[in-house]
């Protein structure tokens, strides 16, 4: 048989490899995902798009009407140094968001998976639940309910007076017989 290669299956993580240059603490991946995050919801504030409106005006304001001796951004060459800065932003921006987005996702796919677990935990203990409310249910067919018990008692009570009754009328029939004999 032909040995197998030394191929790394898809279906296992990478063995860790040494690097020759130890990477700062400050550049984890954790750190720099917080950070990229904290970027991205304050892109995504209006205090960001004010800012940054109130920049780009200025910009415009400043090397439209200044004399050009003071313009550092004429207009006449189509604003270029600003329309390198916008790029430049946005060519960092984009990739920061998409990392807070996969960041966001899989926090989304954990929550998802406790939930789901949780609720496979719940419907087990439901199941149970109603397997032990059954079980009941079945257990007090035999046993006398308050309803039975009280119609049993009044028919007791019922049939005793009855009784009674006959007993008192054979005590005033035994009573009023006159003695045999006599």
């Known amino acids: 048989m032909a040995e ?9 993580p990478r063995e860790a490899r040494r690097r020759l240059i130890r990477r ?11 950070l990229s995050e904290k970027f991205a919801r304050f892109m995504g504030t209006p205090v960001f798009l004010i800012w940054m409106t109130i920049f780009v005006v200025a910009w415009l304001a400043w090397n439209t009407f200044m004399p050009e001796s003071v313009q550092f951004d004429p207009r ?9 800065i ?3 932003q946005a060519s960092y921006a984009a990739p920061l968001i998409l990392l807070a987005q996969n960041r966001q996702d899989d926090r989304d796919r954990v929550a998802l998976e406790q939930d789901r677990s949780r609720d496979e935990r719940n419907l087990a203990d439901t199941e149970y639940l109603t397997r032990e409310v059954a079980a009941l249910r079945l257990a007090l067919r035999d046993t006398a309910t ?9 028919t007791l009570l019922e049939e005793m ?3 009674g009754l006959e007993v008192r009328a054979r ?8 003695p045999a004999g006599g």
């Open 4 to 12: 197998r290669r030394n191929t790394p299956r898809l279906d296992q």
């Open 24 to 34: 700062p603490a400050m550049f984890s991946g954790e750190a720099f995902g917080v």
């Open 76 to 84: 006449a060459l189509n604003y270029t140094l600003l329309t390198l």
């Open 86 to 88: 916008l790029s430049l």
């Open 146 to 154: 308050r309803d039975f018990v009280r119609s049993e008692l009044r």
């Open 161 to 163: 007076e009855e009784r």
């Open 171 to 178: 005590e005033q029939d035994v009573r009023e017989e006159p």
